[in-house]
């Protein structure tokens, strides 16, 4: 890295941190030639990934819309921001791991809601009435039987079915 001070190519490394979330490792740096000391930052370079909107136009994918999405579907509800910030990190981790370079909101949506559903089950049907395409009133219904019964089964096999 050259000194914008003097231009020696140069420097040592006097300190190394990574940062909180483990994405970028920030580096104090002393120039050689003139001793100036400097900070450079090192991060993974990632491929943007496309959302593919229901309309089929692309923009950037942005983990901040998620997490705005997923505060609002947790509005009220007893999830903290500390739970919250993971699932959006959760998020974010599998829509990098499909190795994509476009991939669906519908998609993006299913795992969101994958990772609600274990968070907070009225987040979850809220997040889901937004994102499934509920065509009417009767796919609604259907999906919310679907989801009792998912939840009724979740908790036969917790309870190992005992009390049936
Ligand atoms: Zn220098």
């Not at 190394?16 to 994405?23: A, F, K, L, P, V």
């Not at 970028?24 to 050689?32: A, D, M, N, V, W």
């Not at 919250?84 to 809601?113: C, H, W």
């Given at each position: 890295?050259?000194?914008?001070?003097?231009?020696?190519?140069d420097?040592?490394?006097?300190?190394?941190?990574?940062?909180?979330?483990?994405?970028?490792?920030?580096?104090?740096?002393?120039?050689?030639?003139c001793?100036?000391?400097f900070?450079?930052y090192?991060?993974?370079?990632?491929?943007?990934?496309?959302?593919?909107?229901?309309?089929?136009?692309?923009?950037?994918?942005?983990?901040?819309?998620?997490r705005?999405?997923v505060?609002?579907?947790c509005?009220?509800?007893?999830?903290?921001?500390e739970?919250?910030?993971?699932?959006?990190?959760?998020?974010?981790?599998?829509?990098?791991?499909t190795l994509?370079?476009?991939?669906?909101s519908?998609?993006?949506?299913e795992?969101v809601?994958?990772?609600l559903?274990?968070?907070?089950?009225?987040a979850?049907?809220?997040?889901?009435?937004v994102?499934?395409?509920?065509?009417?009133?009767t796919t609604?219904v259907?999906?919310?039987?679907?989801?009792?019964?998912?939840?009724?089964?979740?908790?036969?096999?917790?309870?190992?079915?005992?009390?049936?």
């Amino acid at each position: 890295m050259k000194c914008s001070k003097c231009g020696c190519m140069d420097s040592k490394v006097i300190d190394s941190r990574m940062s909180e979330d483990g994405t970028s490792i920030r580096r104090r740096r002393e120039c050689l030639g003139c001793g100036r000391r400097f900070t450079t930052y090192e991060v993974i370079e990632r491929t943007p990934v496309l959302v593919i909107k229901s309309n089929g136009t692309r923009q950037p994918f942005d983990a901040d819309k998620i997490r705005r999405g997923v505060i609002k579907a947790c509005e009220k509800r007893p999830v903290t921001a500390e739970k919250i910030n993971a699932l959006v990190a959760d998020v974010e981790r599998m829509v990098y791991n499909t190795l994509l370079q476009e991939i669906s909101s519908k998609q993006i949506g299913e795992f969101v809601m994958k990772g609600l559903k274990d968070l907070d089950e009225v987040a979850y049907i809220r997040f889901a009435s937004v994102y499934r395409d509920f065509r009417d009133v009767t796919t609604f219904v259907e999906f919310i039987s679907d989801l009792e019964r998912l939840i009724k089964e979740d908790k036969d096999g917790k309870e190992g079915g005992a009390d049936k």
